[in-house]
């Protein structure tokens, strides 16, 4: 019988898709991390925490269209962020099994998350900056694989769709800047995760 618990920590780069900068969905630029904890409800489903730190930063001179290398703006942030949600495997997986040792799979959590925000402008424009807490939408996908006895390693990236625009300071209402309406933040992680586990259940729950 497999084990039951996992804890792990996640090295890797963080990014974001907004209203400065490039566009790309996976484009680590930034180093981050996480630390998880996850309860194997059965070989095919996990239940999971996860607290991760993750900078972001944009600059328009990176950007891959005109109209923002000619603005020329530029942010930094930085984003904390608990989540909690399910991961699927593909496959049966358990680390004490000869044949049931890898998987794909996906993850779909429900995050709250901190981060600087700008609250006001003064009379000059300048911005007054504040701190802000909100939920996202974190959708991942990933590869984990046993290590070695109890140590597995897992890759992965995670997307999260927020319900703010103002992680990169500007938004259709920002004084002396001229945005493209791109709608709703997107911050990212892709990583790889170290991985211990323990616990050994009288038997894996039924379901799923």
């Known amino acids: 019988m497999g ?6 920590v996640s090295f890797g780069g963080s990014n974001y898709v907004g209203d400065i900068g490039n566009n790309y969905f996976i484009y680590p630029n930034k180093p981050a991390g996480a630390l998880f904890y996850k309860f194997n409800w059965n070989p095919r489903v996990a239940l999971r925490g996860t607290y991760s ?3 972001i930063e ?14 020329n703006i530029n942010f930094s942030n930085t984003i904390h962020e608990l989540a909690v949600g399910i991961e699927y495997n593909f496959y049966e997986y ?3 099994s000869s044949d049931k040792s890898w998987t794909p799979y996906i993850l779909l959590e429900l995050a709250g998350y901190n981060y600087t925000n700008v609250t006001s402008h003064s009379s000059t424009g300048s911005p007054i900056f504040g701190n802000k807490s909100s939920i996202a939408l974190p959708l991942g996908i990933g590869f984990k694989s046993k290590l070695y006895r109890k140590l597995a390693f897992a890759i992965e990236t995670k997307f999260r769709y927020t319900f703010v625009d103002d992680l990169d300071f500007v938004n259709n209402s920002t004084p002396n800047v001229n945005v493209e309406g791109t709608g709703n933040d997107w911050y990212m992680f892709t990583g790889f995760s170290l991985i211990y586990t323990f616990g050994r259940p009288a038997c894996y729950k039924d379901g799923f």
Not at 3 to 8: D, K, L, M, S, T
Not at 58 to 71: E, L
């Open 94 to 96: 358990d680390v004490s």
């Open 58 to 71: 944009g600059d328009d001179a990176k950007a891959d269209t005109n109209f923002r290398n000619i603005r």
């Open 53 to 55: 730190f993750l900078p």
């Open 3 to 8: 084990q039951v618990h996992e804890i792990g």
